[in-house]
């Protein structure tokens, strides 16, 4: 039976989570998980996924028992943060009493994330930065799980990283997943972006060859001529 692993893109459907004008951090993080999902898939790696469209998402609850049901060896809730427009960096959040191996596999996310570009490293953190214990991706879950920040939504730069890197990033997310349940990540052929020029190399002899034919057609015509005259 193929190791499962649960991606929860946050937000959806009426809940557009933090914005930055027509940017909604719904679409970027529904996005991600559809990269990254066949990523795992190519590893053999099983994916169950909260959503795969633009629609208003169940309860935590009922998505954290989804991943309860089917069995997943993990479950990460994938989401961009929101703040003034300075803050930037990339975060992973577990719960507020997780365990050391809980916050091992957590790392394994970030460490894969920051290795793609600078940015700033807010590291593995334990409950919320709100004014309550825990998120509940990580209360209602049976397996160890995380909530990633990739990034401020409300930072020009982290915006620019999000879609110039967001291949790496997507990779770097299923690199990191596999680490955690124990896949040996094989990283796959990337498809050419188009057919290239071919160079044609005549070799020297057959060069030769050619010049002096085309030349004693030239002289062929040039007497030719002449005798036309």
Avoid at 179 to 187: H, Q
């Amino acid at each position: 039976m193929a190791i499962k692993i649960c991606l929860d893109p946050g937000h959806g459907g009426n809940d557009p989570g933090a914005l930055l004008g027509k940017r909604y951090e719904k679409d970027d993080v529904l996005r991600l998980a559809l990269a990254v999902k066949p990523l795992l898939e190519a590893q053999g790696v099983g994916v169950v996924m909260t959503r795969t469209d633009d629609k208003t998402v169940p309860p935590i609850a009922e998505r954290c028992q989804m991943a309860n049901n089917a069995g997943c060896a993990y479950y990460l809730s994938l989401h961009r943060d929101a703040a003034g427009p300075a803050a930037h960096g990339i975060s992973l959040w577990v719960h507020s009493r997780a365990n050391d191996p809980t916050v091992r596999k957590a790392q394994y996310i970030l460490d894969e994330l920051l290795a793609v570009t600078p940015t700033q490293n807010r590291g593995v953190q334990k409950g919320t930065p709100q004014n309550y214990e825990n998120f509940g991706v990580n209360v209602y879950t049976t397996m160890a799980s995380a909530l990633l920040e990739l990034g401020f939504i409300t930072n020009a730069d982290d915006n620019d990283r999000f879609d110039r890197y967001f291949d790496q990033y997507a990779e770097a997310i299923a690199r990191g997943l596999c680490k955690i349940v124990g896949v040996d990540y094989k990283a796959q052929d990337r498809p050419s972006e188009g057919p290239q020029d071919e160079t044609i190399t005549i070799p020297r002899k057959d060069w030769n060859t050619l010049c002096a034919a085309l030349q004693a057609a030239v002289d062929a015509l040039r007497k030719a001529g002449e005798g036309d005259g």
